[in-house]
């Protein structure tokens, strides 16, 4: 890459919203773009933690969401999904725009108008800026401490998970029901002794898909019931197992704990780079074209939302689009 090639977009996220974006780009007839993501390929969250076969929804929670730009895709199986992905990218000619396995920590505008993105050894300049950037890859953590000897076990998804193990899943949303039931229907995961927790006695918070297949499981004793109930506390076995201290005074040992208690915004990237935020640490933009209040400086998808729709992702891609194709 030339140090002194300037972009006219910067897409920091590979998500649904940042491959939507150079789709959009390049069909406004925007060429001169860059795709930065720290993962190793696009969708990554879809590549690494829905299991095989899921079904990719473009909804939310059954909140129904319509195309409104140029990208759509219809809704079938993880690998499915992945496969219309790499046809669409391919087919608009964007795959080398995107770069992987590089992180960025902020994207500051310059006195010379242009946005400043640290790249490595460079810097790249670009004229406008889109972040998509998603929820999961900053999960939430509980308030009580991780005690060093056990931390390996407390995990934030079911990469390290091995079969044979007794698992606390801790959540009460989309995602902590889907690890819960995925590791009950999972061939190699058959001998798990898997539990839910979440601190309220009913779910809530899932949406009518996962709420059938979770309840399913528990009622029929191969996902085992733990809900209504909070975490106070973990601490390490003489074993340095997982011993669970609840609400109610009672304790449970496990071998780990995967908690799914959601994400939040990246807010040490949004200060950095002089993004307003509100209560919620989320960016405040305009929701008809997403900028921020820096002019040229875009936020969509699960950044400034919590809810997780592909299709919502989409939408952002083309506000945004639309509004810099418009004001160059």
């Known amino acids: 890459m030339a140090s002194n090639e300037i972009f006219d977009i910067a897409i920091i996220g590979a998500g649904p919203g940042g491959m939507a974006s150079a789709i959009e780009a390049k069909l406004a007839g925007i060429h001169n773009i860059i795709v930065v ?20 929804d473009k909804d939310w929670m059954g909140i129904k969401f319509e195309f409104e730009g140029n990208v759509t895709f219809e809704e079938c199986s993880k690998e499915e ?8 990218l391919a087919s608009h000619g964007v795959l080398d725009k995107f770069v992987y396995n590089t992180e960025v920590a902020y994207a500051k505008k310059g006195e010379d108008g242009l946005f400043h993105i640290p790249f490595g050894q460079d810097i790249v300049k670009t ?14 953590k509980p308030g009580y401490k991780f005690p060093k000897a056990i931390k390996p076990r407390l995990n934030f998804n079911l990469s390290d998970v091995k079969n044979g193990e007794r ?7 989309d995602t902590a029901g889907e690890y819960a039931y995925g590791l009950v229907e999972q061939d190699d995961m058959q001998d798990c002794v898997v539990t839910l927790n979440y601190r309220k006695p009913e779910i809530t918070r899932m949406n009518p898909v996962n709420t059938e297949l979770t309840m399913k499981y528990i009622n029929n004793g191969k996902l085992l019931n733990k809900m209504g109930v909070d975490v106070e506390s973990v601490e390490a076995t003489e074993d340095e197992l997982v011993k669970v201290n609840f609400t109610d005074g009672t304790s449970e040992v496990y071998d780990r704990v995967v908690y799914a208690l959601g994400g939040t915004s990246p807010k040490d990237f949004l200060v950095n780079s002089g993004i307003e935020t509100g209560k919620w640490d989320e960016p405040i933009i305009n929701e008809k074209t997403m900028e921020t209040n820096i002019p040229g400086l875009y936020t969509i998808g699960d950044v400034v939302t919590d809810q997780g729709s592909i299709a919502l992702a989409f939408n952002h891609a083309s506000f945004a689009i639309n509004d810099i194709a418009a004001k160059s």
């Not at 993501?37 to 933690?49: L, P, Q, R, S």
């Not at 999904?81 to 669409?88: A, E, F, G, K, V």
């Not at 004229?127 to 939430?140: D, T």
């Open 37 to 56: 993501d720290k993962a190793e390929t696009h969708n990554y969250m879809i590549h690494k933690f829905y299991k095989k076969g899921k079904r990719v």
């Open 81 to 88: 999904y992945i496969q219309q992905m790499d046809d669409l």
């Open 167 to 173: 698992v606390m899943v801790v959540g009460g949303g």
């Open 127 to 140: 004229k406008n800026v889109i972040v998509s950037v998603g929820r999961m890859g900053k999960p939430n």
